[in-house]
């Protein structure tokens, strides 16, 4: 029988609790839905007014994998949706997760949770930055947190003040803070961003997604940043082996990073990091830490 629990006063079918997910460790899909549980008071901040796409994979990583922008069947009417237009579909809509009961409800269909750059009161008008650094074999986290470090300098020379986390793969993200501007103009800055690291950091960085060029490298992608793009969102699991957590981290971390072990996160880490640090993508939230897009 499937159990039956009531969050915040909405009833809840929560399925195959004892299903291993992750299976380099064994996880299950009770131990997901307890780490998003405890995770909620920071994640969702992050997921609050934005529409959400749903990586799904709901038989582990080593099944099928599958994409939607769509409201999942069977979703429950009290689940709030919002209208997102799309060129092959003008009446599409998309799921907010807006409160504990919405996001138990998604964390148990086993999704990645991934957020574009805008909020749904006003699309297209990107209220951050974001630059995902994905290295090339044999390069890897330790040469993006290089990367990374650069362009904290070179953001910080426009006044504007860049944050990590860990992609829950390869590498990092970084974030920025801005006052709404058009994802146009957010996408054309960060691909010269990415332009001028390449021309500073021949050797370790390459602004182009073409494969033949990026062996022993870091794609300093800029892309996301375009209206329709999303990024995995903090504190979301990925659709990985182990269950790696796309983490906020410190520059000091980024700064010592020697191994990529050390920038590795599961579930298991997050309480005593929530516990120390709070949520250090924080900033990102608060309109006064917005800057201007040069």
Not at 19 to 47: M, N, R, S
Not at 144 to 150: D, E, F, G, I, T
Not at 240 to 263: F, H, I, K, M, N
Request: hydrophobic share 40%.
């Amino acid at each position: 029988m499937t159990p039956i629990t009531e969050v915040e006063g909405r009833r809840l079918a929560l399925s195959n609790l004892d299903k291993v997910i992750h299976p380099a460790t064994g996880t299950t899909k009770g131990e997901l839905l307890h780490y998003y549980a405890t995770a909620a008071t920071c994640f969702l901040p992050h997921l609050r007014g934005r529409p959400l796409s749903f990586l799904r994979y709901p038989d582990g990583p080593d099944g099928q994998l599958f994409f939607t922008k769509n409201p999942p069947p069977g979703t429950p009417s009290w689940v709030k949706t919002v209208p997102v237009p799309r060129s092959e579909d003008e009446s599409a809509r998309q799921v907010m997760v807006e409160d504990l009961a919405s996001l138990m409800w998604a964390a148990n269909l086993v999704v990645e949770f991934h957020t574009p750059q805008w909020r749904a009161d006003a699309p297209a008008q990107a209220d951050r930055l974001v630059l995902d650094l994905d290295p090339g074999a044999p390069a890897g986290v330790v040469e993006c947190c290089h990367v990374a470090l650069w362009l904290r300098e070179r953001l910080a020379a426009d006044g504007l003040e860049a944050y990590a986390k860990t992609s829950g793969a390869k590498g990092l993200h970084l974030y920025v803070p801005l006052e709404r501007a058009p994802s146009e103009r957010v996408s054309a800055y960060a691909k010269q961003l990415a332009v001028e690291a390449e021309a500073d950091l021949p050797a370790l960085v390459v602004h182009r997604m073409t494969r033949s060029l990026r062996p022993g490298k870091v794609f300093v992608d800029h892309s996301q940043n375009a209206a329709a793009k999303t990024t995995a969102a903090p504190y979301t699991l990925r659709a990985r082996r182990a269950p790696v957590v796309s983490t906020p981290v410190t520059w000091e971390e980024v700064e010592s990073c020697g191994d990529p072990a050390q920038l590795t996160f599961g579930i298991g880490d997050l309480p005593p990091r929530l516990q120390r640090y709070g949520d250090l993508l924080a900033p990102l939230l608060d309109p006064e830490r917005a800057g201007a897009l040069p």
